[in-house]
């Protein structure tokens, strides 16, 4: 079964109506897309305004397209240091939870946050402190989840936020062990600032064999090392990264999952995609 190649809504269109979003991506034929309610659409998401006839609409001008929504987008800081603004954002994202149904949707996304607002770097953000502090936001996130029937999906981004690591990952999976958490697994987050010292075959198979079973949605994009630094911000296939390794996994593991293009814009997504659907085609990626 291959993977559905899908796109970052955000990525194509900014501050639009669901009809214009809608024919905006169309022309790329994605399988599935990430919406972030609040970036891509004019309507956005402000608190209180999600509703069931809301989120069905969303779903019904987009499935006019045959375009499903794969992960709606929630982006949040679970440890902001302000404790006012944190309870802001985790009734956000309640808010998204108890309606993702609605959009066609099970899951919710959010990377991990760390102790800057903003979510850069900050020192205290590897305390284990703040590592409780996260599962804390995180219970009660998935309460709510648990309770809806649908899905938070955390992200790790190496160096810089709360899950930085695929041992921080895994450590949290088995710390909450929820039926309601999953994992968006994206490589390139993964690796850290300075590179690799295993690899990239090692480095992927190391996170399956953590948490694969419970990766939900693969993101795709690229990287190089510049100046001894990861510059992670490239389209899929421009970059570095191993994929025919990483395709090899995903096609034995997690056949049929959705991969969503980061990174692309109306310039690069086209060939982003026909790179991603030119390894898969050989159904066995050979380097």
């Known amino acids: ?4 190649i899908g796109l970052r809504a955000h990525d194509y269109a900014n501050n639009v109506s669901p009809e214009e979003l809608a024919e905006i991506l169309a022309v790329y034929h994605p399988a599935s897309i990430q919406l972030a309610l609040a970036k891509a659409l004019s309507c956005g998401s402000a608190p209180g305004q999600l ?31 302000d404790p006012q603004e944190r309870e802001n954002q985790l009734r956000r994202f309640e808010e998204h939870l108890r309606f993702a149904r609605d ?15 903003n979510c850069s770097f900050h020192p205290d953000t590897e305390k284990s402190s703040t590592f409780d502090l996260f599962c804390s936001s995180l219970e009660r996130l998935l309460k709510t989840a648990e309770k809806c029937g ?28 929820s039926p309601a958490l999953k994992v968006i697994y994206d490589p390139v987050n993964l690796i850290p600032n300075a590179g690799l010292t295993e690899s990239h075959e090692q480095f992927f198979t190391r996170a399956f064999n953590a948490f694969g079973n419970e990766i939900a949605v693969i993101h795709a994009k690229d ?23 990483l395709l090899r996994i995903i096609m034995a ?26 390894q898969m085609e050989l159904g066995t990626p050979q380097s």
Request: proline share 5%; aromatic share 6%.
């Open 253 to 278: 593991r997690k056949s049929g999952i959705d991969i969503l293009l980061e990174n692309t814009n109306p310039a690069s997504g086209f060939k982003a995609m026909e790179f991603l659907k030119a």
């Open 150 to 177: 649908s899905i938070v999906a955390i992200e790790a981004v190496a160096d810089i936020h709360t899950i930085s690591t695929i041992e921080k990952m895994e450590q949290v999976l088995r710390r909450l062990a």
């Open 103 to 117: 959009f066609g949707c099970a899951l919710v996304g959010t990377e991990t946050g760390s102790c800057n607002g």
């Open 223 to 245: 990287f190089r090392i510049e100046e001894n630094k990861k510059n992670g911000m490239l389209p899929a296939g421009t970059g570095e990264l191993d994929y025919p390794a």
């Open 51 to 81: 509703s069931p006839g809301f989120a069905r609409r969303i779903r019904q001008i987009l499935e006019k397209k045959d375009i499903s929504i794969a992960v709606l987008g929630c982006y949040i800081n679970p440890v902001h240091p």
């Open 1 to 4: 079964m291959q993977m559905q």
